[in-house]
């Protein structure tokens, strides 16, 4: 069982920037597949970015392509994901996903664990 908790969210004007941060419980975080996703009001949830538990291969959904940077630190059990630019259509609750050795991949299958959220409000 891997139990994530995010932080970081939290109301920024169009243009700014936040950087969101999940603390993974396991200890064996290098192994899992680490990714992204957000949920606007009334909308599905949709990927944003996702970050390979090997090699470091990341891949990113068209919108926020050149604005958001996923990272990790194995060390520290953490994956970010640093927002730039942002815009009102970014303002969404935004998840953690881990999967266990799996590819980096845009569907939410294959991530096995989820965090609670947090809330990224942009302002016009």
């Known amino acids: 069982q891997v139990q994530l908790v995010e932080s970081g969210g939290g109301l920024v004007q169009a243009g700014g920037s936040l950087r969101l941060s999940c603390a993974a419980s396991r200890r064996s975080f290098s192994d899992y597949t680490m990714g992204w996703f957000r949920q606007a009001p009334g909308k599905e949830r949709e990927f944003v970015a996702g970050i390979s538990w090997s090699a470091g291969r990341t891949l990113y959904a068209d919108p926020v392509k050149g604005r958001f940077t996923i990272s990790r630190d194995n060390a520290k059990n953490t994956v970010y994901l640093q927002m730039n630019s942002l815009k009102p259509e970014d303002t969404a609750v935004y998840y953690c996903?881990?999967?266990?050795?799996?590819?980096?991949?845009?569907?939410?299958?294959?991530?096995?664990?989820w965090g609670q959220g947090t809330q990224v409000t942009v302002s016009s």
């Open positions: 996903t881990a999967g266990w050795r799996v590819g980096v991949r845009y569907a939410a299958s294959g991530y096995e664990y």
